[in-house]
Nanobody, 116 residues
Framework: QVQLVESGGGLVQAGGSLRLSCAASGSIFSIHAMAWYRQTPGKQRELVAVITSGASTHYADSVKGRFTISREYAKNTMYLQMNTLKPEDTAVYYC??????????WGQGTQVTVSS
């Protein structure tokens, strides 16, 4: 009963920026953590960034210093600010929510394509 909708993906040149959004709605009683994952065809989905209920953040080494994860708590919305994008950042980016009570949810994904 929780829905996640990503937006903000698109095509950008190397060195450019994009800001992804994930809006959560439905029966949200608690949020333990929200995270961004990404997946390229033929590869496993990988964790990009996570933000916990205590506002701790963690990033994959490949995006440290370039990406910033944040939450707007009143709107149950999560963001991923992506700067200095590289072609290797090209992937489908997925929003994930863990309620800390045995349930987790995924968004449908949004395509990010970085051209050289």
């Amino acid at each position: 009963q929780v829905q996640l909708v990503e937006s903000g993906g698109g095509l950008v040149q190397a060195g450019g920026s994009l800001r992804l959004s994930c809006a959560a709605s439905g029966s949200i009683f608690s949020i333990h953590a929200m995270a961004w994952y990404r997946q390229t065809p033929g590869k496993q989905r990988e964790l990009v960034a996570v933000i916990t209920s205590g506002a701790s953040t963690h990033y994959a080494d490949s995006v440290k210093g370039r990406f910033t994860i944040s939450r707007e708590y009143a709107k149950n919305t999560m963001y991923l600010q992506m700067n200095t994008l590289k072609p290797e950042d090209t992937a489908v980016y997925y929003c994930h929510l863990d309620n800390g009570r045995g349930d987790d949810y995924w968004g449908q994904g949004t395509q990010v394509t970085v051209s050289s």
